[in-house]
């Protein structure tokens, strides 16, 4: 526990100046989870990258040979030959199985950074609830840290999605 608590305090220099910047309590709140929202989705997509370069030649290496097989079944159809195709094309399925998997993990490694921030969140803005102007089945008149928090976070990948392109 005294990791996190090192690593909060870490992120608390960081962050806390986003928070306090305006005079406007709320609106800091929003500038700062922003942030903090835009510094997860960064983390999220350099962890992709790394992830994807250590994993590069294998995943060139499955596509490539699903295609391969997928190409060889298709042929096989093609000549009629059943046996050869069934063959063919369950290999192809398994390494379309791997290669699924792999990007199901790849797209993974983006999601650790949302743990540290609502884990900072929770250390930070526990106790800080926001009064809506409407009662919610099963939530109430009031949302705490993590709803704010993920409403910034998709926000801010939405918005990244949308910019990530034009970036050098």
Known sequence: MDFFIYIY??????LMPFYRFP?????GYYIGTLALSFAGV?????SISLAFGFNKERITRDND?????????????????KSAYKAC???ANDTY??????????????????FIALGWMQYRFGEVEFNLPFS???IGNTIGYSASFLLCYVSARILFGKIKYKLP
């Open 9 to 14: 305090g870490i992120m608390d220099n960081i």
């Open 23 to 27: 005079d406007n309590p709320l609106l």
């Open 42 to 46: 960064i983390t999220g997509e350099y």
């Open 65 to 81: 040979e699903m295609a391969h097989f997928q190409d060889l079944s298709i042929e096989a159809l093609k000549a009629g030959d």
């Open 89 to 91: 094309n369950s290999i």
């Open 97 to 114: 199985g791997r290669t699924f998997f792999s990007q199901i993990a790849l797209s993974a490694a983006s999601l650790w950074p949302i």
């Open 136 to 138: 919610m089945p099963l």
